[in-house]
């Protein structure tokens, strides 16, 4: 009986960390015409051109959209310049977490 209340506890907890680990990633906009400020790189993350992104933390920039538990755009360099990349794609920043 331990084993079996056990083994549902396991697939329940599986599948409820699956759900919560979809991809609520938002990649910016391109704007036709616009100068490129930035690029997106092999991990979806969006690297803003002309900075050490080596030496500037990564952030997360938490944006409005329809997904129950969230979207973001993950971003390295300037705070203010990942900012300008979401304003520049119309979208509406709910908040940002920045770290290392």
């Not at 930035?38 to 938490?62: A, C, F, M, R, S």
Request: aromatic share 8%.
């Amino acid at each position: 009986m331990k084993k079996t209340i056990g083994l549902t506890l396991i697939v329940f907890a599986i599948s409820f960390l699956t759900s919560c680990a979809s991809n609520g990633l938002v990649l910016p906009k391109t704007i036709p015409g616009a100068v490129k400020t930035y690029t997106v790189n092999q991990e979806g993350t969006v690297e803003i051109l002309g900075q050490d992104i080596k030496t500037k933390p990564t952030h997360w920039l938490y944006v409005h959209c329809d997904h129950w538990s969230g979207c973001y755009m993950r971003c390295q360099g300037e705070i203010n310049s990942c900012k300008k990349v979401v304003k520049d794609s119309k979208l509406l920043l709910d908040y940002v977490v920045s770290g290392r």
